[in-house]
Protein backbone atom coordinates (compact mmCIF):
# COMPACT_ATOMS: atom_id res chain seq x y z
CA UNK A 1 0.00 0.00 0.00
CA UNK A 2 3.03 2.21 0.68
CA UNK A 3 7.10 1.95 0.43
CA UNK A 4 9.30 3.37 3.28
CA UNK A 5 12.93 3.64 2.25
CA UNK A 6 13.46 4.72 5.86
CA UNK A 7 10.38 5.40 8.57
CA UNK A 8 9.76 5.12 11.96
CA UNK A 9 7.14 3.20 14.02
CA UNK A 10 6.17 4.47 17.25
CA UNK A 11 3.59 2.73 19.33
CA UNK A 12 3.58 4.79 22.37
CA UNK A 13 0.16 6.02 21.95
CA UNK A 14 -1.63 2.61 20.97
CA UNK A 15 -2.84 -0.44 23.24
CA UNK A 16 -0.15 -2.74 24.37
CA UNK A 17 2.15 -0.07 22.59
CA UNK A 18 5.32 1.25 24.22
CA UNK A 19 7.91 1.42 21.00
CA UNK A 20 9.86 3.38 19.20
CA UNK A 21 12.09 2.30 16.05
CA UNK A 22 13.69 3.18 13.33
CA UNK A 23 13.20 0.73 10.24
CA UNK A 24 14.47 0.55 6.68
CA UNK A 25 12.83 -0.43 3.83
CA UNK A 26 9.78 -0.79 5.10
CA UNK A 27 6.37 -1.87 2.83
CA UNK A 28 2.85 -0.95 4.26
CA UNK A 29 0.39 -4.39 4.11
CA UNK A 30 -2.66 -3.19 6.08
CA UNK A 31 -3.81 0.28 7.65
CA UNK A 32 -3.42 -1.72 11.06
CA UNK A 33 -0.21 -1.52 10.87
CA UNK A 34 1.11 -4.41 9.20
CA UNK A 35 4.16 -4.30 7.36
CA UNK A 36 6.91 -6.06 5.59
CA UNK A 37 10.62 -4.38 6.76
CA UNK A 38 14.19 -5.26 7.08
CA UNK A 39 15.03 -6.02 10.84
CA UNK A 40 18.69 -6.52 11.38
CA UNK A 41 18.36 -7.01 15.51
CA UNK A 42 15.99 -10.37 14.69
CA UNK A 43 17.89 -11.71 11.87
CA UNK A 44 18.74 -14.75 14.21
CA UNK A 45 15.22 -15.79 15.11
CA UNK A 46 13.61 -14.84 11.52
CA UNK A 47 11.88 -18.24 10.78
CA UNK A 48 12.25 -20.16 13.95
CA UNK A 49 10.60 -17.60 16.82
CA UNK A 50 7.97 -14.66 16.22
CA UNK A 51 9.75 -11.76 17.79
CA UNK A 52 7.94 -9.40 15.92
CA UNK A 53 5.27 -7.04 16.98
CA UNK A 54 3.04 -8.16 14.19
CA UNK A 55 4.72 -6.92 11.18
CA UNK A 56 6.86 -9.81 8.62
CA UNK A 57 10.69 -9.05 9.62
CA UNK A 58 13.05 -9.61 6.81
CA UNK A 59 17.18 -9.10 6.67
CA UNK A 60 18.34 -6.60 5.62
CA UNK A 61 19.27 -7.82 2.41
CA UNK A 62 16.20 -9.51 1.56
CA UNK A 63 13.69 -6.07 2.59
CA UNK A 64 16.16 -4.10 0.22
CA UNK A 65 16.06 -6.84 -2.48
CA UNK A 66 12.17 -6.96 -2.15
CA UNK A 67 11.92 -2.81 -2.23
CA UNK A 68 13.57 -3.20 -5.62
CA UNK A 69 11.25 -5.47 -7.77
CA UNK A 70 8.04 -4.98 -5.94
CA UNK A 71 5.38 -2.20 -6.69
CA UNK A 72 2.87 -0.69 -4.51
CA UNK A 73 -0.70 -2.71 -5.28
CA UNK A 74 1.29 -6.22 -5.80
CA UNK A 75 -0.10 -9.18 -4.17
CA UNK A 76 1.56 -10.70 -1.05
CA UNK A 77 0.10 -14.74 -0.16
CA UNK A 78 1.63 -15.73 3.66
CA UNK A 79 2.06 -19.20 3.96
CA UNK A 80 2.44 -21.64 7.68
CA UNK A 81 0.60 -19.32 9.68
CA UNK A 82 -2.77 -19.47 11.27
CA UNK A 83 -3.28 -15.57 11.56
CA UNK A 84 -5.78 -14.08 9.27
CA UNK A 85 -5.53 -10.23 8.31
CA UNK A 86 -8.19 -7.90 9.78
CA UNK A 87 -10.86 -7.45 6.64
CA UNK A 88 -10.99 -3.90 5.36
CA UNK A 89 -7.75 -3.09 7.35
CA UNK A 90 -6.30 -2.35 3.87
CA UNK A 91 -6.45 -4.06 0.44
CA UNK A 92 -7.97 -7.59 2.02
CA UNK A 93 -10.67 -8.00 -1.13
CA UNK A 94 -7.91 -10.35 -2.45
CA UNK A 95 -8.51 -12.71 1.08
CA UNK A 96 -11.82 -13.71 -0.23
CA UNK A 97 -12.97 -15.63 -3.38
CA UNK A 98 -14.56 -13.80 -6.42
CA UNK A 99 -18.32 -15.32 -5.15
CA UNK A 100 -17.57 -14.15 -1.71
CA UNK A 101 -16.21 -10.43 -3.30
CA UNK A 102 -19.59 -9.92 -5.50
CA UNK A 103 -21.48 -10.58 -2.45
CA UNK A 104 -20.86 -7.46 -1.18
CA UNK A 105 -21.56 -5.66 -4.16
CA UNK A 106 -24.86 -3.49 -4.08
CA UNK A 107 -24.69 -3.21 -8.16
CA UNK A 108 -24.94 -6.15 -10.34
CA UNK A 109 -21.52 -7.99 -11.70
CA UNK A 110 -21.22 -6.52 -15.32
CA UNK A 111 -21.17 -9.61 -17.73
CA UNK A 112 -17.91 -9.28 -18.58
CA UNK A 113 -16.55 -9.66 -15.13
CA UNK A 114 -19.19 -12.83 -14.65
CA UNK A 115 -17.46 -16.28 -14.77
CA UNK A 116 -18.03 -18.47 -17.25
CA UNK A 117 -20.81 -21.30 -16.50
CA UNK A 118 -19.17 -24.63 -16.13
CA UNK A 119 -20.15 -27.21 -18.85
CA UNK A 120 -21.34 -29.96 -18.63
CA UNK A 121 -19.29 -32.79 -20.87
CA UNK A 122 -21.25 -34.04 -23.93
CA UNK A 123 -22.42 -37.91 -22.85
CA UNK A 124 -20.44 -39.19 -25.67
CA UNK A 125 -17.38 -37.11 -25.06
CA UNK A 126 -13.82 -38.65 -24.44
CA UNK A 127 -10.94 -36.95 -22.54
CA UNK A 128 -10.10 -33.78 -24.42
CA UNK A 129 -13.60 -32.95 -25.52
CA UNK A 130 -13.99 -34.76 -28.49
CA UNK A 131 -17.02 -36.90 -28.90
CA UNK A 132 -16.43 -40.39 -29.46
CA UNK A 133 -16.49 -42.18 -32.55
CA UNK A 134 -19.80 -43.46 -33.92
CA UNK A 135 -19.65 -47.47 -33.89
CA UNK A 136 -19.14 -48.85 -37.29
CA UNK A 137 -22.57 -50.53 -38.40
CA UNK A 138 -21.89 -53.56 -40.69
CA UNK A 139 -24.46 -53.89 -43.90
CA UNK A 140 -24.94 -57.22 -45.23
Given at each position: ?30 W ?42 D ?61 SV???
Open positions: MEKYQYTTFDTRGEPNGGYVVDVEDAQRLTGGEFIHGAPWSEGDQGKINVSHGCTNISAAAADWLMGITRVGLVTFKGTEVQLTEGSGWTAWNVSWDEFVKGSALPVPAGLRPAPTQVPHPGAVAGGSPAPAPRVG
